[in-house]
Nanobody, 129 residues
Framework: QVQLVESGGGLVQPGGSLRLSCAASGFTLDYYTIGWFRQAPGKQREVVSCINSNDGSTYYADSVKGRFTIARDNAKNTVYLQMNSLKPDDTAVYYC??????????????????????WGQGTQVSVSS
């Protein structure tokens, strides 16, 4: 059974850090493009960061560039999102997802979210003083 499970969310003060984890089971993560998304109340879901399956290249949304880092641990079949210098605007539910079918041969930064076929349940990140 294909499953993604996020963890690591929580409440943190502005300027603080969190590391989110996305553990996969039922398939091998490093074969596929992996994305981290977030959705804040009243806002559309947006891609935060992703790793392309073919060359391991990464993408970051402008809003998180220089603060967030995506990394994959193949031995643990887990993808991480290290989030530093957190801001109140980073408050959202964070999801990881994978595109296992690769129907569109495009970089993950422009891959529509509907192309991701497996999603985790999400983890809440709240940034507040």
């Amino acid at each position: 059974q294909v499953q993604l499970v996020e963890s690591g969310g929580g409440l943190v003060q502005p300027g603080g850090s969190l590391r989110l984890s996305c553990a996969a089971s039922g398939f091998t993560l490093d074969y596929y493009t992996i994305g981290w998304f977030r959705q804040a109340p009243g806002k559309q879901r947006e891609v935060v960061s992703c790793i392309n399956s073919n060359d391991g290249s990464t993408y970051y949304a402008d809003s998180v560039k220089g603060r967030f880092t995506i990394a994959r641990d193949n031995a643990k079949n887990t993808v991480y999102l290290q989030m530093n210098s957190l801001k109140p605007d980073d408050t959202a539910v964070y999801y990881c997802a994978t595109d296992r079918y690769a129907r569109l041969q495009v970089a993950c930064g422009v891959l529509p979210d509907y192309e991701y076929d497996s999603w985790g349940q999400g983890t809440q990140v709240s940034v507040s003083s």
